[in-house]
């Protein structure tokens, strides 16, 4: 008779730590790194999945009580900085900023006006086009969600000194840098 494996312990061993995950350094490599260094950067990189964590949380709670999806809130924020830089925000720079196709961005935009968070307008000096802009309703409810959000994580920044702002954006910069999808590519066959 096999016997049963032992049940996970949720406070146990991080997953993210190498000694768990790959015991024998066949991908990460800590040779030069105590026992203590090693616990301190799974520390770090557990902050860093528990930030992502936050973040999606707080972005979703965002997105339902607005009753948004994540493109369409990345058109208010879009919209909204374009407002406040005294810029017209237009159909077409914000299919350019999305990514997306006009169809898609009429499609949004349609969605958007019939629940009342923009107004499409003439467009102050081009008859072609037409000016989005975010209704005040919606802007004030933006402000008390997403800008409440980010009011907190930029003072978060703002109480580091300014070397230690110099520290963590080179990190994350390192951290941007090891994105490489070509390494999820299926092989060949």
Request: no cysteine.
């Amino acid at each position: 008779m096999v016997p049963e494996p032992e049940p996970i312990d949720p406070s146990g061993p991080s997953m993210l730590d190498p000694r768990v995950l790959d015991p024998r350094q066949e991908i990460v490599q800590r040779s030069g790194l105590d026992e203590q260094e090693v616990d301190q950067v799974v520390r770090v990189l557990q902050g860093l999945r528990d930030w992502r964590e936050a973040e999606r949380r707080m972005s979703e709670a965002s997105r339902r009580y607005m009753k948004l999806g994540e493109t369409d809130m990345r058109t208010l924020r879009f919209v909204i900085a374009a407002q406040y830089r005294g810029e017209t925000a237009t159909p077409g720079a914000i299919a350019a900023h999305l990514g997306i196709t006009s169809a898609s961005t009429t499609k949004m935009l349609d969605r958007l006006a019939d629940a009342g968070h923009i107004r499409r307008l003439p467009h102050p000096t081009d008859r072609r086009s037409l000016a989005v802009e975010v209704t005040e309703e919606t802007r004030q409810i933006a402000l008390k969600s997403v800008g409440r959000d980010h009011a907190h994580r930029f003072e978060a920044a703002a109480r580091l000194n300014p070397e230690e702002r110099e520290v963590v954006m080179r990190f994350l910069g390192e951290l941007t840098a090891t994105e490489n999808p070509g390494d999820l590519e299926a092989p060949e066959e």
